[in-house]
């Protein structure tokens, strides 16, 4: 497959493709493929697209949005939406096909591997993934926080070069309600996020900043933006409209890009100073730096990092389980997890 291309993950969320009703806004679809067409000339594109419980929910009866009612209406509304998509598309010649992942997916990276190879086989045909959660069957400790975390997931261990999410209000605005268009360093801007969300979605600004300072950390450019003025995806990526944050320079690797995005993570250690020290120095995670372990995980699991100050340093693939660290913190030169299985953040 040609590699020329980068690679775009472009991620709508429910508010910004739905009417109030939660319908889906086929108006909106119709943008979205016309605009998408453009840029599919350039890059290889992954869709990530919430909305399937809103086109369903009309057809379950009594709906109150129960866990099992959102996964029927998910099951119902998933086809219905990709079916909208797909005749959207059409016009322009391009067919896309539907992704339902789940975390395990981004956990074992064999299986990763597997969907990254064939999202590639559709790329050579030229046909575009659009992926959503599988809310039916995913199980309610294993779900993505919501799809800022998905197309966060996908944009990491793709090697994205820009990951764009759209929102309702075209990007992050600072105290005074005007759009900041250029961020540096995320956690400079949390102040300005309100606690709230839209009421047909989970996520809300505060999650999109939590995975762009990932996607940042991790080399790749992010993008929010709004669809509420013309042209709005094609404008917010030439950083014409909403509000892009700059990557840092990276040098990861494919396998420590997947490994630095905690697909699956199983439990948190906090550090002490001293090993956040040898850690950026390169060095091995023993037992002895360890502040306190939280969960319960096996060998082989990923885990997150913390310093003192409960600000997350890395992500790691555990050496031993969590009861064995725990056994072990005032034993010398028992190593937690090896230089090579740490990813710093």
């Known amino acids: 497959m040609p590699t020329n291309k980068p690679i775009l993950v472009v991620k709508f969320g429910t508010a910004s493709i739905t009417l109030p009703t939660g319908e889906p806004d086929e108006g909106i679809l119709a943008e979205i493929a016309r605009q998408v067409a453009v840029l599919h000339r350039r ?28 996964k029927a209406a998910a099951a119902v509304g998933n086809p219905l939406l990709i079916g909208l998509y797909a005749s959207h598309f059409q016009p322009h010649q391009i067919s896309i096909a539907q992704s339902l992942c789940e975390r395990q997916h981004f956990a074992n990276r064999h299986q990763f591997l597997q969907l990254k190879s064939t999202f590639e086989e559709l790329w050579a045909s030229n046909i575009i993934p659009i992926v959503n959660e599988n ?28 990951l764009m999410l759209c929102t309702s209000v075209g990007g992050l605005m600072d105290d005074s309600g005007q759009i900041l268009r250029q961020v540096s360093e995320v956690n400079e801007v ?3 996020v309100r606690t709230d969300k839209s009421s047909l979605g989970l996520g809300g600004m505060a999650s ?21 003025e013309p042209d709005g995806l094609l404008r917010a990526l030439q950083l014409e409209t909403g509000t892009v944050f700059h990557p840092q320079r ?3 690797s494919a396998r420590n890009r997947w490994l630095g995005s905690g697909g699956l993570v199983a439990g948190r250690l906090r550090i002490d ?4 020290r040898a850690l950026q120095s390169r060095h091995s995670l023993l037992a002895v730096g360890i502040l306190a372990v939280e969960g319960e995980f096996e060998a082989g699991e990923l885990v997150e990092i913390f310093n003192s100050e409960q600000e997350m340093v890395a992500v790691a693939r555990a050496r031993a389980t ?4 725990v056994d072990n913190l005032k034993t010398l030169n028992f190593e937690v997890a090896n230089a090579s299985d740490i990813v710093l953040l």
Do not use: C, P
């Not at 969590?322 to 660290?325: C, P, V």
């Open 43 to 70: 890059y290889h594109i992954i869709i990530v697209s919430s909305g399937a419980v809103g086109a369903g929910k009309g057809q379950i009866q009594s709906y109150k949005g129960t866990l099992t009612q959102r």
């Open 135 to 162: 809310d039916v069957v995913s199980d309610r400790e294993l779900k993505f926080s919501d799809n800022d975390e998905l197309a966060t997931l996908i944009a990491t261990g793709f090697g994205a070069q820009t």
């Open 190 to 192: 949390f102040r300005w």
């Open 208 to 228: 999109k900043l939590t995975f762009t300072k990932l996607a940042t950390r991790m080399g790749i450019r992010v993008v929010i933006f709004g669809l509420n």
């Open 250 to 252: 990276s040098t990861l």
């Open 273 to 276: 100073d001293g090993a956040v």
């Open 322 to 325: 969590s009861l064995a660290i």
